[in-house]
């Protein structure tokens, strides 16, 4: 069975960096494009940045653009999330996930396959 297992949130400064790492059980070219979610407690999960399994065409919220970089590991099975700059906003639970269908997409209801999240959490 395909999974999806997120490393690397923790408690950081602002101003600070993280890198997230989303590791693929199965085949990365199996799907469609590969996301970064965040959820805070009492808030809808919303779309950080996503990129296809080609590792091409990323996209990213209008929050976190220009601080965030998504990309994709060959060697490995995965997909990072280099956040840099982050402000106490930026806390949450991260989760990846995985969309099978074609057509690009920021929504959490199009992906099909999650993993159950990282927390970061950046405070002073």
């Known amino acids: 069975q395909v999974q999806l297992v997120e490393s690397g949130g923790g408690l950081v400064q602002p101003g600070g960096s993280l890198r997230l790492s989303c590791e693929v059980s199965?085949?990365?070219?199996?799907?469609?494009?590969i996301g970064w979610f965040r959820q805070d407690p009492g808030k809808e999960r919303e779309g950080v940045s996503w990129?296809?399994?080609?590792?091409?065409?990323?996209w990213y919220s209008d929050s976190v653009k220009g601080r965030f970089t998504i990309s994709r590991g060959y060697a490995k099975n995965a997909v990072f999330l280099q956040m840099d700059g982050l402000k106490p906003e930026d806390t949450a639970v991260y989760f990846c996930?995985?969309?099978?269908?074609?057509?690009?997409?920021?929504?959490?209801?199009?992906?099909?396959?999650w993993g159950r999240g990282t927390p970061v959490t950046v405070s002073s």
């Open positions: 199965g085949y990365i070219t199996d799907y469609y494009s």
């Open positions: 996930a995985a969309k099978s269908t074609y057509g690009p997409s920021s929504q959490p209801a199009d992906y099909d396959l």
């Open positions: 990129i296809r399994s080609s590792g091409h065409n990323p």
